[in-house]
């Protein structure tokens, strides 16, 4: 039983690339987030989706684009990397009652 | 909107020293929260919850007391251990049923030293 898992787990880009992290969770939860984490800041939420076939926007969404697959996978896209970019993106999927599992983290840094 | 402050970090404590970590909201309605931590190299993980006023979460020897009259939400431990070292985040949510966005607080790095 993997809960949330994130791949891949390092990524260094360069200014202008573009890149995929990608998520899945075996929870059966239909609520999938994706936040980024920096110093300082704690964790912002970039997208969500509330079930399959929907997502939107959250607090910095600027720069990302999502696709929620099916249930299981929720993925968040780069599509031309910025320096401003480089953080660390956590998965994280919602119980009904309200708990977040999260995955382990993505570590990006943009050159 | 919706939010959370947290004390800044870094608490410094002594093993077996006793741990509080303030946590105050602001929300409307009647929120549920949350304490997080993280362990270094790792994803948050549920460290305890309360939904309703007056409610007390508790696990591994923390506990948090959902105080709605000074919208409150505290973290407290008697008795640290070197392995608690870690940050923890405060959160809230709208309560269930519907779709709820948890908002974190900054997050407070503990450090325990032996």
């Known amino acids: 039983n993997a809960g949330v898992t994130q791949t891949p787990k390092f990524q260094v880009l360069k200014t202008g690339q573009s890149m995929t992290l990608q998520c899945a969770q075996d929870?059966?939860?239909?609520?999938m987030y994706w936040y980024r984490q920096d110093p300082g800041m704690g964790l912002r939420l970039i997208y969500y989706?509330?079930?399959?076939?929907?997502?939107d926007k959250g607090e910095v969404p600027n720069g990302y684009n999502v696709s929620r697959l099916n249930k299981r996978e929720f993925s968040l896209r780069l599509e031309s990397a910025a320096p401003s970019q480089t953080s660390v993106y956590f998965c994280a999927t919602r119980r009904v009652t309200g708990e977040l599992f999260f995955g382990e983290g993505s570590r990006l840094t943009v050159l | 909107g919706d939010s959370v402050t947290q004390m800044e970090g870094p608490v410094t404590l002594s093993e077996e020293a006793f741990l509080t970590i303030n946590c105050t909201y602001t929300?409307?309605?009647?929120?549920?929260l949350f304490w997080y931590v993280q362990y270094p190299g790792e994803g948050l993980q549920l460290l305890l919850k309360?939904?309703?006023?007056?409610d007390k979460g508790s696990n591994k020897g923390f506990e948090a007391t959902y105080r709605k009259e000074t919208t409150s939400f505290h973290l407290e431990k008697g008795s640290v251990q070197v392995s608690d070292s870690a940050v923890y985040f405060c959160?809230?949510?709208?309560?269930?049923?519907?779709?709820?966005?948890?908002?974190f607080g900054t997050g407070t790095r503990l450090l325990v030293s032996p």
């Open positions: 959160a809230l949510s709208d309560p269930p049923p519907g779709f709820q966005k948890l908002v």
């Open positions: 929300a409307t309605g009647y929120p549920s």
């Open positions: 309360a939904t309703k006023a007056d």
């Open positions: 989706s509330a079930s399959e076939g929907t997502t």
């Open positions: 929870m059966n939860h239909n609520s």
